[in-house]
């Protein structure tokens, strides 16, 4: 009896043995998956492209890096890595006119602007034509989502990665060390030099110009997509609605500038006053340069990199005021922009770049707009015998302004100018 009775217990036992097996294996694959999420969660909503070949296109991106650049973060490194990336829907637009205008749109963190900007750009006619390129200062989902949602042409996303906002302990986001306010830097023993006014640095509010002159340099002379380009490239921003007619009537301008306006560096989608809807008139409008719908072409960025150091070195948070007050007049002759008589682009922001974003000072805008866009505004309304109406002194920003001041950190300065030294075979020195 006994003996009948074992091979049934080792039958019983195999079974439990197998069915502990299975259970262990399913859970050590539960566990597992678990933790590829969680330690994958950052990674994934980040690099969300094909990155078989970015290595090689990254080492391609960059001549050399200075070693007085900031030492970078993961976030930074992983977010300069996609700034390799081929742009997106080549499937759908293989390849782009022969005459085609570059489109940059530099954003920081307004996603309820985006999106009617975006909005806008799919009705834009002869946009499919072109190449959007994306700057983005900082990371943020909602921002990334509403890009990655672009079917309407080529686009291609790049991220500033020495943006403040990518660090959270160390400059040039907020250090430990940093001083704040009218601290004295001998006295509170920290780190930092004041503004003209006394005051240190805000890294959300030095980010502006930081942003502005990196976008500048890796556009022109980094990316493998426009440094070879010698075309004009037109500069938008988050909160700039475009008509329908803009790119069309930009072909137009850029190739009515070298014979209506050979002084012109640039052209305009819209008036330099952002609350201008334009005069109305039959002819060309030659004015100071606006920071709307703004484009000019490689002669003028050669130009304009030449003042590296008048432009690091100014005293002033703000990119366009900056360009106002020091590097245009010292080019030695008024720097004109040639635009239409009806604006193709309107300014609709209520809230500033880096508002919004704030705990205590949040600036509460739902992005809604009402732009009217009237039957001229979908076509072409630029005619080519026009005359060129020029502005002569008009009010604004000039030489003699010394600035508001939030750019006195001798990091920032340098900082820029490392931004300009960065694809150049020669460097440019700082005057300090």
């Known amino acids: 009896m006994a003996s009948n009775k074992k091979p049934r217990l080792r039958l019983r036992d195999v079974a439990l043995c197998r069915l502990l097996s299975v259970v262990f294996v399913t859970l050590c694959g539960v566990l597992l998956l678990i933790f590829l999420l969680a330690s994958n969660s950052t990674s994934t909503t980040i690099v969300t492209h094909d990155t078989d070949n970015v290595d090689a296109y990254h080492h391609d991106l960059k001549f050399e890096k200075w070693h007085d650049l900031p030492q970078q973060s993961d976030l930074s490194l992983r977010l300069e890595k996609i700034n390799g990336l081929p742009p997106r829907n080549l499937d759908l637009y293989p390849t782009l006119a022969k005459d085609h205008i570059i489109v940059v749109l530099y954003v920081h963190n307004r996603p309820q602007y985006l999106k009617v900007v975006v909005e806008s750009l799919s009705h834009v006619v002869g946009f499919g034509e072109t190449l959007l390129i994306v700057s983005h200062d900082g990371y943020f989902e909602k921002m990334n989502k509403i890009i990655e949602g672009i079917r309407f042409c080529q686009v291609k996303q790049i991220y500033a990665p020495y943006s403040p906002h990518l660090f959270s302990d160390s400059f040039p986001g ?21 503004d003209q006014y006394g005051n240190h640095r805000t890294p959300k509010i030095v980010s502006l110009k930081h942003h502005w002159w990196w976008m500048m340099n890796t556009v022109w002379d980094g990316l493998r997509e426009t440094r070879d380009h010698s075309g004009h490239i037109l500069f938008i921003e988050e909160d700039h609605f475009i008509f329908p007619n803009a790119y069309r009537n930009l072909q137009i301008l850029t190739s009515l500038k070298p014979k209506k306006c050979p002084d012109c560096y640039a052209a305009n989608l819209a ?7 334009g005069e109305g008139w039959a002819t060309l409008i030659a004015e100071r340069m606006g920071n ?24 002033d948070y703000n990119w366009d005021i900056t360009m106002w007050a020091t590097v245009y007049p010292s080019f030695g002759s008024p720097v004109y922009s040639l635009r239409g008589p009806r604006t193709s682009a309107v300014h609709f922001g209520k809230c500033g770049l880096h508002q919004g974003q704030g705990e205590n000072k949040a600036c509460m805008d739902n992005g809604m707009v009402n732009i009217n866009v009237e039957q001229p505004d979908k076509v072409s309304n630029i005619e080519l015998d026009w005359n060129v109406h020029t502005y002569e002194n008009q009010p604004g920003y000039k030489a003699g302004f010394k600035g508001w001041g939030g750019w006195g950190d001798h990091r920032d300065r340098h900082l820029c100018l490392s931004f300009a030294n960065m694809y150049q075979s020669t460097r440019i020195a700082s005057p300090m």
């Open 292 to 315: 709307v719908g703004y484009s000019f072409n490689r002669t003028v960025w050669k130009k304009i990199h030449n003042k590296a150091r008048e432009f690091c070195f100014f005293d």
């Open 174 to 194: 907020v250090s430990a060390d940093d001083c704040k306010d009218k601290d004295d830097a001998t006295v509170n023993h920290c780190k930092g030099n004041p």
């Open 271 to 277: 008036p330099s006053d952002v609350n201008s809807r």
